[in-house]
């Protein structure tokens, strides 16, 4: 009967730990900075492992014109993902990006 017992507190302990950790990831990446955002969009458009391109669509940003950039880079993934066969995003996709990017640098 231990056991049970033993299987019941790791388990709330497993389920504490991925629910602090997802808490401090929304909190870190709503305080992300315009930095952060082109490194992001330079990510995707790069080859190699976009992970910080998929954390940066997932979790919403504090910042309401950063949010809104975030919120079009969703749009244009959504619509441009797929299209071309080995690309995670179509050139034309691309294209707007890096429209996106070159609005973004020149932004003081």
């Excluded at 056991?3 to 990446?29: D, E, P, R, Y």
Aim: charged residues 20%; aromatic residues 12%.
């Amino acid at each position: 009967m231990h056991w049970v017992l033993i299987v019941a507190i790791l388990v709330v302990a497993v389920f504490s730990f991925f629910g602090w950790a997802n808490h401090q990831t929304k909190k870190q990446h709503a305080a992300f900075t315009k930095g952060d955002v082109v490194a992001a969009i330079e990510n995707v458009l790069s080859d190699g492992y976009h992970d910080e391109w998929d954390l940066f669509l997932a979790w919403p940003i504090g910042d309401s014109y950063l949010e809104s950039v975030r919120q079009r880079c969703i749009a244009i993934s959504s619509e441009y993902s797929g299209a071309e066969k080995g690309k995670d995003i179509a050139t034309s996709g691309e294209t707007k990006l890096h429209l996106i990017l070159d609005e973004l640098k020149s932004r003081t």
